[in-house]
């Protein structure tokens, strides 16, 4: 497996690869990788010739309020696991080599969903995470790139993003990696204590039970909507911060629904701000 620190060597690596018929799925990742990240880098493995995976703490999508720096970090970890899943190419950039001469000038705009929901709790987050992609998109070139449905959000807008500016990839989005209770896999899980983690599951345990409420015959949203806050503000240890039920296709909020749903809730649980989501079918 090759370790990659600089954009050029990057690029060259992956153009070679193309030049040689090797198909490329990439995968990008904030680091600090666990069974989430895995599942996305067997699913390139399974679908690609050669796999390559980004490695980068992406300061341009932290807010002002939120610590960049303690962001968790283990790259030797992150490495071996890699290695595990049989990745061929590692890109570990530093934020020089990324943005030389500081942030960029040209930004981004992930357009109007980036300014809902986790756009609106964290303003900017889905600039830096369009521009970020879209860069990094540009160094790998042509190649299918995997992200966790987890991110439902941050899925649809790269999925609109690469439409709009016809950028060279296929974005594949990867269904969320749960443990046993429900809860979804998350780097920012390691901050929970023992109680807090035991608390941390009444997003899941919401969203099922909007699932359950759906397929029981309920279509009103706001129905749904209430059902989702009551449970999570029924957890002393959670604070809420949204719950939305959004259309699939479109990430605006319906009040009924006339097709496949998506509910979406963010909770602080002790020091980790936590999201998660649903999708909800109607069977008519
Ligand atoms: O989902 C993530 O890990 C990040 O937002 C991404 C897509 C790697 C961009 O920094």
Redesign the pocket.
């Known amino acids: 497996m090759e370790v990659i620190r600089t954009r050029e060597a990057f690029r060259e690596a992956m153009v070679e690869a193309r030049a040689a018929g090797r198909g490329v799925g990439f995968v990008?990742?904030?680091g600090f990788l666990h069974d989430g990240?895995r599942s996305l880098m067997a699913r390139a493995r399974e679908e690609a010739d050669l796999v390559a995976v980004?490695i980068?703490?992406?300061p341009l999508?932290f807010g002002p309020a939120e610590d960049v720096a303690a962001y968790p970090r283990d790259l030797d970890r992150d490495l071996g696991i890699c290695e595990k899943e049989g990745v061929d190419a590692v890109f570990a950039p530093d934020a020089d080599e990324m943005y030389p001469g500081g942030p960029p000038e040209v930004t981004v705009d992930p357009g109007p969903v980036g300014n809902r929901l986790e756009g609106a709790s964290r303003p900017g987050h889905f600039r830096?995470?369009s521009t970020?992609?879209a860069k990094?998109l540009g160094i790998v070139g042509p190649c299918r790139a995997y992200?966790?449905e987890k991110?439902a959000q941050?899925l649809f807008i790269?999925l609109r993003m690469v439409r709009d500016l016809d950028l060279p990839a296929e974005i594949v989005g990867c269904p969320t990696v749960r443990e046993r209770d429900g809860l979804a896999l998350s780097s920012r899980n390691t901050y929970l204590s023992a109680e807090e983690r035991r608390a941390a599951t009444c997003l899941y345990e919401a969203l099922a039970r909007a699932a359950w409420l759906v397929e029981g015959g309920e279509r009103d949203a706001r129905v749904l909507r209430a059902e989702l806050a009551r449970r999570i503000g029924a957890e002393p240890l959670a604070a809420l911060d949204y719950v939305a039920v959004v259309d699939e296709d479109t990430f605006e909020e319906v009040d009924r629904l006339r097709g496949p749903a998506r509910a979406l809730v963010a909770a602080r649980v002790g020091p980790a701000r936590l999201i998660d989501n649903l999708l909800l079918r109607p069977s008519d």
């Open positions: 990008p990742t904030l990240h980004s980068f703490v992406n999508q830096g995470v970020v992609v990094l992200f966790g991110d941050q790269v």
